[in-house]
């Protein structure tokens, strides 16, 4: 009701709400992904050091997030020129928790073909296109979702996560060892006890995603 009302005032566009992670089901696999999705926008509207009006509600001010060196250290401006290995960016997409698409129409999502490399960053209002030239950047294109057509160019962008864990790969195998140990001192089931633990080696977060949608 609040944001509502500061909404009729201030209007859309620098005013946010940052919604709290909420208990909506009894099962574990849950995935609020639209929410995190919006967690992360605001954050990465937060390190931009904007101008902006932020709505919290106790609970999510109570909640953790992303440790601010975790945060800053994922965080990577890319331009124009840049040598890049893609294989690598796209580890590092994963790892931050975006999800590899066939069609990249909303936040959080990546798709590559050939030497072009889409993806919709968090905090952006549209999903860029970049084009290589070997590994050098040679273009990034803003385009829409709804027609895939270019509309507009950038000299640069900065990337931030798109999950709430940076899933590097010391991060899954510590997390599949304590899954497993835990698992095993709740007594959970194997089919359970294999779904987390598959959830987790996956993808981070966009694993979490189809654990939900195999319910």
């Given at each position: 009701?609040?944001?509502q009302d500061m909404a009729f005032f201030l209007g859309e566009e620098q005013l946010f709400y940052?919604?709290?992670?909420?208990?909506r089901s009894t099962d574990m696999f849950s995935f609020q992904a639209d929410d995190s999705l919006r967690r992360m926008e605001i954050l990465g509207h937060l390190s931009r050091k904007k101008i902006a009006v932020f709505v919290l509600p106790l609970q999510a001010l109570m909640q953790r997030v992303l440790?601010?060196?975790?945060?800053?250290?994922?965080?990577?401006t890319i331009a124009l020129g840049d040598i890049c290995d893609r294989d690598q960016l796209v580890e590092k997409l994963i790892?931050?928790?975006?999800?590899?698409?066939?069609?990249?129409?909303?936040?959080?999502?990546?798709?590559?073909?050939g030497s072009v490399l889409d993806i919709f960053?968090?905090?952006?209002?549209?999903?860029?296109?970049?084009?290589?030239?070997?590994?050098?950047l040679e273009s990034i294109r803003i385009f829409s979702p709804a027609s895939q057509r270019?509309?507009?160019?950038?000299?640069?962008?900065?990337?931030?996560?798109?999950?709430e864990i940076i899933f590097t790969a010391a991060?899954?195998?510590?997390?599949?060892?304590n899954i497993r140990r835990r698992a095993n001192e709740l007594e959970l089931?194997?089919?359970?006890?294999?779904?987390?633990?598959?959830?987790?080696?996956?993808?981070?977060?966009?694993?979490?995603a189809r654990a939900e949608g195999r319910r």
């Open positions: 009701a609040i944001h940052y919604p709290p992670w909420e208990v440790p601010v060196q975790a945060w800053f250290d994922y965080m990577e790892a931050g928790g975006y999800k590899r698409v066939s069609l990249v129409e909303g936040k959080g999502e990546f798709g590559v073909r960053p968090t905090a952006a209002e549209n999903p860029l296109r970049l084009e290589f030239l070997g590994d050098e270019s509309a507009g160019e950038l000299c640069d962008f900065t990337l931030f996560p798109a999950g991060v899954k195998q510590l997390a599949v060892v089931s194997s089919l359970i006890k294999n779904r987390l633990v598959e959830a987790v080696a996956a993808d981070g977060d966009a694993g979490w």
